[in-house]
């Protein structure tokens, strides 16, 4: 008898970010190598089987939906898969008492590394995630850094680990998104470089905007900043009027989706100075739509970008301030990086993640 196929969708709802983005893409992949696949989850997805769920584990509920998740997780779960079965977590869920053979990705330690972020995680990953971990079966980091800190953290067994690259959405980011109308739409007129997710202080922009006070009278650039209100961007608002720089900054907040392709290709660069990330997608996204990248050194920043991207030391002014300064400068070392970033691209895609993952969970 083939073994049945099933996947926690409980992270998805109408219009998933984040966790949601990756187990959206990975599930889809996955139904088209496997139609007989059953998804739990809350929303429809197409072109795979549902079993709908209650609303209630939606994360557009905030802190209560990820409760309700945990419990759905831990008590309801169990029942649905039998013994044979192969139960795939895209997130980092397993479900203690399920017979299942359960399958976990682990995207990244933000919560231990930076306990202010989400105290309530810096505890699930201290105190849970080992016996979580002891469970499954399999285990699928989406970087080498991701894979590196799990061996460093807890006690597991590296040969039930494989590393899947994340993949990005062509069809989203690509350089035929380059409508101008997005610049007047939001008052941008002048040349500029962009940074995004503005939401927590790991994000490190503040950085950037000393850098960029430095030398701010050798250009007529303006620095772009994407990400909803948060006391960090308040913080960031502050700092921009220290340094004298406040007209020299744009803070758009949320941005539509569908603008932000256009952001990125008409940007001089896009710059990403985080001081850690589980693997980095904006530097995909970036790259696909034309845009020079210009990143920090860190965790598992070089994976996503090989060759394609400056690099600098994230907790060096100086450092940032050079690497500004090498790609806003000199023409040809920015188109240079356009096109090395192009090429990296080759190396991921969705349909690739999820066929390594179908492959990966449905073996031996």
Known sequence: MAKRVFINGSILHEQPSGLGIYAENVIKQIGRKNKDIKVFCPVDIEGVEVIKITDKVKPSYGRKGGFFRFLWTQLVLPFKAG????????????????????????????????????????????????????????????????????????????????????????????????????????????DYIIMVGAAYPHKNLESVLKAFSQIKDKTDYKVVI?????????????????????????????????DLPALYYFAKAFVYPTLYEGFGLPILEAAACGTAVICGDNSSLPEASGEGAAFFDARSIESIKQALEAVLFDENYRLELIRKGEENLKNFSWEKTGEEIYNFITKG
């Not at 505890?123 to 989406?142: D, G, Q, S, T, V």
């Open 83 to 190: 013994k044979e079965d192969i139960l795939y977590h895209p997130f980092q869920y397993i479900s203690f008492l399920s017979r299942a053979r359960q399958i976990i990705t682990i995207h990244d330690f933000i919560p231990v590394h930076f306990p202010e972020v989400a105290k309530h995680q810096y505890y699930y990953y201290k105190y849970i995630m080992p016996f979580l971990l002891r469970k499954a079966e399999k285990i699928i980091c989406i970087s080498e850094n991701t894979k590196k800190d799990l061996l460093d953290l807890y006690k597991v067994d590296e040969s039930k680990i494989k590393v899947v690259y994340n993949g990005y959405d062509k069809n989203v980011f690509n350089r035929e998104k380059k409508d101008k109308a997005v610049l007047q739409k939001y008052g941008i007129d002048k």
């Open 226 to 258: 994407v990400g909803k209100g948060s006391a960090y961007v308040e913080k960031l608002k502050a700092m921009a009027a220290e340094l004298n720089i406040s007209d020299r900054v744009i803070f758009l907040g949320y941005v539509d989706g569908q």
